[in-house]
């Protein structure tokens, strides 16, 4: 193979490709959308440019185009993360304890992150006779329709929820009893924050209900959630907070303090 000379370009680099994972590397949990005239002078390159690398981008599906106008990383952007997201500390320390939950209780057990506002599933543990969509490790699921996304948004900076949930947050799969705007969530975000656990109620999906309670680091910050999954035939509101909310929350606990949570 020929010696680089210093300075020249790597033989085998692809300027398009690059240029495109220029773009997509803009996007963060600080600024998660991004309008096109914005991108041009952050990434320093033509406008025109910057448009046929974004278009392409958003018909592949790593960027997703919202009614506002801006763009946002799409599910084949988080999906390329799920073999990283594996071996994660979180999920590598998570995971035993989060079994003998699932064992114990016999139900789906989950654990997730924020990313956006949509919840990234890192661990999830199913019971096979729940009746709900094909979730998996790397699946994504609108945060305010999940028990673990209100818990998760509850515990965000006003600014940061604001910038994060809009109206296309709502538009996507949903169930019966569903908010249809922030306003109407933030009532329940504050009694989440306040209670220190969240329930979903057929909001993602009919028949279908959750517990969730948060995971915390070191600092004491919110940076996950596990939740129960049931089946709303067999379990009552009543009944998931009598006898599962302990369960998942003291899961929860368990795992915050292996991460160096001090109860």
């Known amino acids: 193979m020929p010696e680089k000379k210093d300075g020249e370009k790597p033989e085998y680099r692809v300027e398009a490709l690059a240029k495109g994972l220029r773009i997509l590397s803009l996007f963060s949990e600080q600024r998660p959308a991004w309008r096109i005239s914005d991108i041009a002078p ?34 084949r952007v988080l999906t390329l993360g799920t073999a990283a997201l594996r071996s994660l500390d979180l999920v590598e320390l998570a995971t035993p304890r989060l079994q003998r939950l ?26 096979s006779d729940l009746v709900t ?14 028990s673990i996304g209100k818990l998760l948004l509850a515990h965000l900076p006003e600014d940061d929820l604001t910038s994060r949930v809009t109206e296309s947050s709502f538009a996507r799969l949903h169930g019966p009893n569903a908010k249809v705007s922030l306003d109407e969530l933030r009532d329940e975000l504050a009694k ?47 009944r998931i907070v009598r006898e599962l909310k302990p369960l998942v929350s003291e899961a929860c606990q368990d795992i915050s303090a292996l991460l160096g949570h001090a109860a």
């Open 133 to 146: 969509a094909n979730i998996q490790v790397g699946s994504t699921l609108p945060a305010v329709h999940t």
């Open 192 to 238: 989440i924050r306040s209670d220190g656990w969240a329930m979903q109620d057929e909001e993602l999906a009919y028949g279908l209900r959750s517990v969730a309670a948060p995971v915390r680091d070191a600092k004491g910050t919110v940076v996950a959630g596990a939740n129960l999954a049931v089946q709303s035939r067999d379990w009552s509101t009543q």
């Open 42 to 75: 952050a990434v320093g390159m033509p406008l025109p440019t910057v448009y046929r690398v974004v278009m392409t981008l958003t018909a592949e599906g790593y960027l997703d185009h919202l009614p506002n106008g801006d763009y946002r990383p799409g599910v």
């Open 102 to 127: 699932a064992t114990a209780t016999g139900e789906t057990v989950n654990l997730a992150v924020l990313t956006a506002d949509q919840v990234l599933y890192l661990v999830r543990l199913r019971n």
